[in-house]
């Protein structure tokens, strides 16, 4: 997102696009009024064509933002935070804070988007036969128009259901293995390989029907790309799945560094540091209110970015991260989800507390290290 263009919000969420994306725009424009429309029907003026063909291209990415939409209001109806929607030059890509934590949530999550273009085509190819017989120019070319929207939502519909990341249809395929199989560490290793499979095919497809030249070439060279693109991005996933799944297992409390020292909003920097060395390994620290309760997190970090020479007089409350701000799990989280959500607040420190919401300990980036380290025994 932060190298995108932001569009603004929709329905709360932020959406952006790529900067490549008015230009692919612009493509789809031009090959509508210049090539498309006047072929099917001719007699019109050329700025009739244009102003359809920019129609045209401007409801493609909106069937494509609806599409993402889709994926982005379910994930959030499912519990799901959703960082923002970005569109690209394949399409889209919905940033959810974390990974859905049921196999019915993934499926949902995953088939809303294909099912969504399906219902476009629908409505665009009932606008196209609607226009169908009208003696009026303008509303048969609109018709045209309408009909070239329902096929490419119908093609994005199939296309993103295939069984291979990263599309639509890999995420499908992963929980209905888990919901099968019980086990979704196993599930991900064998969409994977399901996924090598289908882009290797695709790839090798796409090379004959290239060899044969013709208009079909065209369609070979995009089957040849996206062949690529599934079998990179499955074996890239069936490499990084052992480490996932031992992050997915892995308690958030087997490897947090407990008991943190509490430090009062009103102690001054000064005193934080006289006590580090006594509270070593320890390098962030609740702050309590005088009522008891927990307002913020004091880290190492904050405390070196202030001017040694103020450490007196500066309250550890007066620099400590807001609790709001901080990222909070309980002991029983999974490592991957916790670690997910500190990367979404930006802030490299987990709260961690027990099911009472008693504070248990403190996490870092390094929880990811020390997981991964530990005997596959004693992840749980």
Do not use: C
Request: proline share 6%; glycine share 12%; no cysteine.
């Amino acid at each position: 997102m932060n190298r995108a263009i932001p569009l603004g919000q929709l329905a709360g969420i932020k959406v952006a696009m790529s900067w490549i994306v008015p230009l692919i725009a612009f493509v789809y424009a031009y090959t509508l009024a210049e090539t498309l429309l006047p072929d099917r029907v001719g007699g019109q003026e050329s700025s009739t064509y244009w102003i359809v063909g920019v129609a045209g291209a401007g409801l493609l990415f909106l069937s494509l933002l609806a599409h993402e939409m889709g994926h982005a209001l379910v994930g959030r109806h499912e519990g799901i935070g959703v960082r923002g929607i970005t569109l690209t030059l394949l399409g889209g890509h919905t940033q959810f804070v974390t990974e859905p934590a049921s196999a019915g949530a993934e499926l949902r999550v995953s088939a809303i988007g294909p099912f969504t273009n399906f219902v476009l085509a629908g409505l665009f190819w009932g606008g196209a036969t609607l226009a169908e017989g009208s003696l009026d120019g303008l509303v048969q070319v609109i018709g045209q128009m309408f009909m070239w929207l329902a096929v490419l939502n119908l093609v994005l519909a199939v296309v993103n259901m295939l069984p291979g990341a990263p599309l639509d249809g890999g995420a499908v395929l992963e929980a209905l293995l888990w919901m099968v199989t019980r086990n979704r560490n196993r599930s991900a290793s064998v969409a994977s390989i399901i996924g090598l499979g289908l882009g290797g095919g695709l790839f090798v497809l796409g090379i004959l029907v290239a060899r044969n030249g013709g208009p079909g070439g065209t369609w070979g060279i995009y089957m040849i790309i996206g062949g690529l693109m599934i079998a990179s991005s499955a074996r890239s996933r069936l490499r990084d799945a052992p480490a996932i799944g031992r992050l997915r297992d892995t308690r958030l409390g087997t490897v947090m560094v407990p008991d943190p020292p509490v430090v009062a909003e009103w102690s001054t920097l000064t005193d934080v540091v006289v006590r580090a060395e006594a509270w070593q390994p320890h390098t962030a620290f609740p702050v309590q209110a005088p009522d008891g309760r927990i307002t913020g997190l004091l880290t190492a970090e904050l405390v070196l970015a202030v001017d040694p020479r103020d450490w007196p007089v500066v309250r550890a409350g007066d620099v400590a991260w807001p609790i709001d701000r901080v990222p909070t799990a309980t002991v029983d989280d999974p490592v991957l989800t916790a670690l997910q959500r500190a990367d979404s607040a930006g802030i490299d420190r987990i709260l961690v507390v027990w099911p009472d919401g008693r504070v248990a300990g403190t996490a870092g980036r390094d929880a990811a290290r020390h997981a991964l380290r530990r005997p596959a025994t004693e992840t749980a």
